[in-house]
Each structure stands twice: as structure tokens, then as C-alpha cells.
């Protein structure tokens, strides 16, 4: 089988990791980098050695590729995807597919009219754990699943040093899409309506102007109902970059996952660490674990012609949650979730 010819475009914190996937993945070869920050390119092609550019349609036009992998910021993911759309190429799209409903039903218009398929990257799915309580969730012995919690937060660190573009985001997008995709995993169904409250002020106060914290409760078909909190907020001090953890009570059984401590704890004179071990190691110099699967899923389901593990509708069902999350925290009321018809 030919090696399948991708290009990367956004090389910021996480698009290395997709650099360091292709770079490794035995069926995979990367061809090209675009980043519009050209010391970043130079960067890039002085360490991976690969033609990079500072323009999406140039690379497009200039390069022989199969499939485009965007890492850019979450509110500038469409104008890559539709252009790697536009140009015929398959494309993975980091998480949230959007940060509008508009923005992700354009982009899933715009796949089907050219016949090509989007993968979104919601890798928590990948996690053993999850993969577990999905598992467990499919024997009969759990259940109906009655009522669920699950957090997930970040350091303040997060939104105000390593993401530049955090005003134009929120914990619900960032963090909390992870969480709405993973209770749509477990449910195997949508979710009909919301209510959610929030705070706002402290990240302002000191300048990136988007909520510090959103609790949602979202209501699903199978009439499961789940609480889901995201914060941007956590002491830098904390023993991880985020904190994680859900339980899930069932007719028989109750499921619990602790995300933040993976078994493994380092101290210094400061600070313990607790590290997600599982996400993404350098195993001698070669990337693994349930961060890189996603990006060699990816390769081996074009490949094979096998379907994608998380698609354009779980992409545009996040944001759909993620959006009325938003309109609820902002307004105090309930809001159903529209889809189009
Ligand atoms: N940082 C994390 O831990 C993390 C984890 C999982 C997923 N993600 C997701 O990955 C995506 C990227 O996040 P990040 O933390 O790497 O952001 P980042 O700001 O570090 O990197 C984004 C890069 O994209 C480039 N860029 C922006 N618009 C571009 C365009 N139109 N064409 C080419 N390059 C462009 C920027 O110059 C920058 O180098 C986000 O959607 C984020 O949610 C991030």
C-alpha cells in the first residue's frame, strides 16, 4: 500500500504532535507545514526538514497530497478546512470542529458537495479509560444509565499564556466539547436540551475576555441526564495543566474515572506532578499513546476505507451543545437544541 501524503497546517503547541504522528506512522509521509507564522515554519523546516509555507492555497496548489490535518485555533479552523475541502483532500480537524453551528453546518455542506470526508479530533475517546466505561456501559448488567457528572478544567495558565487566542474561546469549547462528545460516546444518543449557569470576571479582570467557569445540564433522549462543569480557572500551582474526572450512576452499577491522577506521581521541592501518562509519551523518540491513535487512525481509515471513529456529526452535535450551553449561561433559560431539518 502507497504511503498516504499529508499536510499539516497550524504548527503551534499541539500541531507538533501531529507533525511528530505522520513523521513516525510507517504509512504515512509528510509532505508538507503551513503555518502563517513564518518563525515558526522556519523552525519547523529546520527540524523535521520538510517544505513548509506560509499560505494554505500555495501549499495546496504547489504540493501532491491526500489528506490535510488542521491544528489551528479553535475559532480559525474553517477557512483551512474548506479550502483543504475545496481542493478534494480528506481532512482531520483538531476539536471543536467550529465554534458556531454556521460555521460547522458550512463546512459539512461543503465535504458533501466535494465528496470527501472530515475526521474530527476528539481523542478522548481513544483514552483506555473511556474505552472501558464504553465497554462496560454495552453489558447489559450496568443498566439504564440514570445520572452522570464529568469535569474537566484547566489551569489559568491555559487560557492566559499558552492559548493567544483564548478571548476568542471558552472553557466550553476548549474543554468542554471534549466532554459533551465523550457523554454522546457513552449514551449512544443526542442530547434534547440544556440549562446553564456560569461565571465571568476573573479572566477579564485580567484581560482575555470569555467566561471562567460554565456548569451544563444536559438532558439526553434515553432521558439520562448529566452535569458537566469546565473551568478555566484551576491554581497554576495544580498537579496537572487539567483536572478530570466523571462518574456515572446506573440502575445496578456506578462508574467512576478519576482523568487527573494516571498512577504515577513526581515531587520536586515545590510542586507534585501528576502526569496523564497515558496521552502522549515519547517512547524513545517515537510518540504514542491515546493523543497520537487519533492522527494514526486517521491514516489507516483512509487507507482502508473504513469509517472514522469521530465524524462530522459528532463534530457539528458537540458544537450544537456547546452553543446552547453558551445562549443558557448568557440568558438563564432552557434551550432545546434546533437541529437543521
Ligand atoms: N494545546 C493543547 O493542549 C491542545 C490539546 C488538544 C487539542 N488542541 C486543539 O488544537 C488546536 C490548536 O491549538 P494549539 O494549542 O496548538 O494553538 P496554537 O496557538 O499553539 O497553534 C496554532 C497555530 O496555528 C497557526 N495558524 C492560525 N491560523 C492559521 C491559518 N489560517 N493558516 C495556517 N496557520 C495558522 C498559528 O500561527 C499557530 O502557530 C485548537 O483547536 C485546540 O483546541 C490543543
Known sequence: MEKLKVAVVGAGIYGRNHLNAYTWNPNSDLVAVCDMNKNITDEVSREYGVKTYNDIEEMLNNEDIDAVSVATPDPYHKEPVLAAIRHGKDVLVEKPLATSSKDAYEIIDAAEKAG????????????????AVKNKLQEETTGKPIRGYMRMDNIYDVALNWLKWSANSSPVHFVGTHCYDLIRFYMGCEVTQVYAVGHKGILQSKGVDTWDTITAILEFENGCTWTVENAWILPNGFAKADDGCSEILCENEMIRVDSQKRGVEFFDSN???????????NANGRPTGFGIDPLNDFVYCIQNKKPFFANLKDGLEAELIAEAVHKSAETHQVVKIERRK
Open 271 to 281: 510542586k507534585l506532578s501528576t502526569p496523564n501518562v497515558c496521552f502522549i509519551q
Open 116 to 131: 470527501v470526508r472530515v475526521m474530527v479530533d476528539y481523542h478522548k475517546r481513544w483514552d483506555p479509560a473511556s474505552i
